[in-house]
């Protein structure tokens, strides 16, 4: 019953910004902490930011300052908005529930220079 589809990512030069979607069914947002993660190639997958269900917030230190997570409970979507990105960033970017052994397809964002 869980489903996550990450969308929004692509190709963009250094400096510019993206905004990643996910939307999720059989997820309560407004009771459960939801995040972002990230793998780039030869990596482990990384947890890049979260919200918990109240709002709060948290962040890798290699995004913090550029990058903005937020929900919206009424649609059950996750978003993560990315500024000044950086070739660094380059990944597969993930949502999920901590804990749940479900991936999505994920989303490509490449930056390049």
């Known amino acids: 019953q869980v489903r996550l589809v990450e969308s929004g990512g692509g190709l963009v030069q250094a400096g510019g910004s993206l905004r990643l979607s996910c939307a999720a069914s059989g997820i309560i947002f407004s009771i459960s902490t939801m995040g972002w993660y990230r793998q780039a190639p030869g990596k482990q997958r990384e947890l890049v930011a979260s919200?918990?269900?109240?709002?709060?917030?948290t962040y890798a230190e290699s995004v913090k300052g550029r990058f903005t997570i937020s929900k919206d409970n009424a649609r059950n979507t996750l978003y993560l908005q990315m500024n000044s990105l950086k070739p660094e960033d380059t990944a597969v970017y993930y949502c999920n529930k901590p804990g749940l052994r479900y991936w999505g397809q994920g989303t490509q964002v490449t930056v390049s220079s």
């Open positions: 919200i918990q269900s109240r709002g709060s917030t």
